[in-house]
Each structure stands twice: as C-alpha cells, then as structure tokens.
C-alpha cells in the first residue's frame, strides 16, 4: 500500500479530487496518511479533516528563517514515512534535502503544458494569465517528478484543454482544473501506486 503524504497551499481542489478518486477506488493500492499546509487557515485542511486525514500547517511565519522552516518541513513529512510526496497546488519551494531524500519520489501538478509557462513566477492564476496574453489556443496540465530546478522534472502526464476566445483567467484556470488536473494527477498516483511508472535516462516510461 503505497503511503501517499499531500502538501497544499489553498482551495484544496486536487487534494479533493485524489480523496474522491480513492473513495472511487480509481486509485488503488494507496492511502493518503497526511496533509501538510503552508498556511493555517485554509479550505484544504478542513478537506483532510472531513475525510479523516491527518492535517497540520507547517507555516515559514513561525519560524526565524527559511532554513528552519525547510528544516521543519521535511521533518513533519518524516513523520508520516510517505512513499510518495504529491504536491497539489502547494506554492512554497521544496527544500533541496527534501527533493535529495525523495528524488523520483515526489510528484507536481502544473497548470500548463511544460515547458510552456512554467519556472519562477508561474503558478496559480498568473499562469492562465500568460497563457491568454500570448494567444495560446492550447494550454492544459501537467504532472512531473519534482527535482532541484522549478517544474525541470521528468513528465509524467500531460493533458490538453481548449482556449477559447472569451476566456478570462479565471474560466480558463477552472477549466483547465476540471478538464485536465484533477484527471491527470489522480491518474499519474494510480499509476505509481500500481508499479506502472519507471523512469529511464530521465524520462518517464509507463511499463
Ligand atoms: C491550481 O491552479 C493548481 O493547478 C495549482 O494551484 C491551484 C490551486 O490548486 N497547482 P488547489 O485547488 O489548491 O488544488
């Protein structure tokens, strides 16, 4: 049973949509055994709680500098010995040691088609934003292995989704959530869960 631990920031969408998804048993082999947020005080957590999960905030507001939070961090996912890290809409970096201890082991959902709109700066509504200020008529999402650099890692799904001509940022961001990442990420922890993912000379191969 693959221990699955889910790190947040927000809304919680994706976090929903891997709860229900294993409710569904459209994954198996696989249990969420914790939830960690950045902030304390968001929809998420009440997600985790009303399904049961353990849920705690590891906020960088409660600690000196960033190296103590980073240190906190990676402890508190310690705790719940994940096999697998899934970040779902979580907005803080990942500390090195982190991605060092769980390389191939944790896992990004991005709201674009990588390399398309991604790296420092990109995340949330700011992404769709560049996407329609280009005039992209594709956009979609993306999951990757999560590595040193931002959004660099090998690509395990991707999914895409439809501009069109009206959209503002916002329609464009819920499409995007509903048409492809809560789709793709649910999809991309089956699989792993399932020993369907292999990663080979740096790319993703479903065996
Ligand atoms: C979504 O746009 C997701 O792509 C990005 O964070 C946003 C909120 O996600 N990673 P969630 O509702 O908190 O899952």
Redesign the pocket.
């Known amino acids: 049973m693959l221990r699955v631990v889910v790190l ?10 891997i709860i229900d998804a294993i409710k569904a048993d459209k994954i198996t082999n696989a249990e969420l055994v914790g939830v960690i947020s950045n902030n304390k005080t ?3 957590l009440d997600r985790a709680k009303a399904a049961g999960i353990p849920a705690v905030s590891v906020s960088p507001k409660d600690f000196a500098d960033r190296a103590t939070f980073n240190d906190a961090l990676l402890a508190k996912v310690e705790e719940f010995t994940p096999d697998l890290v899934v ?5 803080v970096a990942i500390p090195e040691a982190m991605v060092k201890k769980y390389s191939n082991r944790i896992i ?4 674009s088609l990588i390399p398309s709109f991604c790296g420092v700066g990109y ?3 700011k ?2 934003e560049k996407a329609l200020e280009r005039g992209v008529k594709v956009t979609g ?1 993306t999951v990757h292995f999560v590595t040193e650099g931002m959004d660099e890692g090998p690509i395990i799904a991707q999914k895409p989704v439809m501009i069109e001509e009206d959209d503002t940022a916002e329609v464009l ?1 819920q499409r ?2 509903e048409q492809a ?1 809560w789709i793709i990420l649910p999809k991309a922890i089956d699989d792993i869960a399932n020993g369907r993912i292999a990663v080979v000379d740096g790319k993703v191969r479903h065996v």
């Not at 947040?8 to 949509?17: D, E, P």
């Not at 970040?87 to 907005?91: H, W």
């Not at 990004?108 to 709201?111: E, L, Q, R, Y």
């Open positions: 947040v920031s927000g809304g919680g969408t994706n976090l929903q949509a968001v929809k998420s970040l779902a809409g979580f907005l990004n959902i991005h709201p995340y949330g509504l992404v769709h999402a961001q995007v959530m990442e």
